[in-house]
C-alpha cells in the first residue's frame, strides 16, 4: 500500500496567517491526490484534486501543489472557518486509496 | 443538488453484522463510482471498497474481503454496505462517498453513520 505522511500533524495559527501542509507519498503517485478539511462531527470536504484543481465552491485563498512524492496544501489568509483537520488521499492506479493521518490546524 | 443521506447510527454486539445504507440524489446514480471510508473514534480516515452502481461490481480493502459487501438497488438509487463477525474495532463512523469524475477522489460524502460494537 502506498504510504502517505502529512507534516506537522499540528499547527497553531493566527487569523490571516499564511499556513501550509505537507504530504508525502511513499512512491510517486503523479498529481493523483486531493485534500479534505474535516471538522468536527461532520464528513470531509473535498477542496482539492488532481493536486491542484481547486473543486468548485472552495474559496480561491485555498491552493494545492506537487507531483511525484511531495505535495502541500497551502492556505493565504487563514479565515476563522479555516479550522480544522486536513487530510491528504492518493489514487494513484491501485487499490487500497490511502489517507495521511491529518493535520490539525487551531487557533493560536 | 448532489445528496447522500445515511441510515442511521446502530449498535451491535461482537460477531454481529451490521448494513448501513446510502441513499443517492440529484445526479444519474448510474454514473459514478460509490465508495466506503470509515473513521475509528478520534483516527484518521480509512477507504473501505468501491462499488459501480452500473453493474454492481466490487473491489474491497484486502484486510475486509472476507467479511465486508458492498450492494446497490437501481429502483432506489441507493448503496449499501454490510459488514460481518464485528468486533470492538470495528466501532466507526462510516461514510459513503461519491467517487470523482474518474472514480478516483470523493466529491460528495454523505453525513456518516455511527456503529457502535459493543457486548
Known amino acids: 500500500d502506498i504510504q502517505l505522511t502529512q507534516f506537522p500533524s499540528s499547527l497553531s495559527a493566527s487569523v490571516g496567517d499564511r499556513v501550509t501542509i505537507t504530504c508525502r507519498a511513499s512512491?510517486?503517485?503523479?498529481?493523483?491526490l486531493a485534500w479534505y478539511q474535516q471538522k468536527v462531527g461532520k464528513a470531509p470536504k473535498l477542496l482539492i484534486y488532481?493536486?491542484?484543481s481547486l473543486q468548485t465552491g472552495v474559496p480561491s485563498r485555498f491552493s494545492g501543489s506537487g507531483s511525484g512524492t511531495e505535495f502541500t496544501l497551502t492556505i493565504t489568509s487563514l479565515q476563522p472557518d479555516d479550522f480544522a483537520t486536513y487530510y491528504c488521499q492518493q489514487y494513484n492506479g491501485y487499490f487500497p486509496w490511502t489517507f495521511g493521518q491529518g493535520t490539525k490546524v487551531e487557533i493560536k | 443538488q448532489v445528496q447522500l443521506v445515511q441510515s442511521g447510527a446502530e449498535v451491535k454486539k461482537p460477531g454481529a453484522s451490521v448494513k448501513v445504507a446510502c441513499k443517492a440524489s440529484g445526479y444519474s446514480f448510474t454514473n459514478s463510482y460509490m465508495h466506503w471510508v470509515r473513521q475509528a473514534p478520534g483516527q484518521g480516515l480509512e477507504w473501505l471498497g468501491i462499488i459501480n452502481p452500473n453493474g454492481g461490481s466490487t473491489t474491497y480493502r484486502q484486510s475486509f474481503q472476507e467479511r465486508i459487501t458492498m450492494t446497490k438497488d437501481t429502483s432506489t438509487n441507493s448503496v449499501y454496505m454490510e459488514l460481518s463477525s464485528l468486533r470492538s474495532e470495528d466501532t466507526a463512523v462510516y461514510y459513503c462517498?461519491?467517487?470523482?469524475?474518474?472514480?478516483?477522489?470523493?466529491?460528495?460524502w454523505g453525513q456518516g453513520t455511527l456503529v457502535t460494537v459493543s457486548s
Open positions: 488532481w493536486a491542484s
Open positions: 512512491q510517486s503517485i503523479s498529481s493523483r
Open positions: 462517498a461519491r467517487g470523482g469524475a474518474n472514480g478516483d477522489y470523493f466529491d460528495h
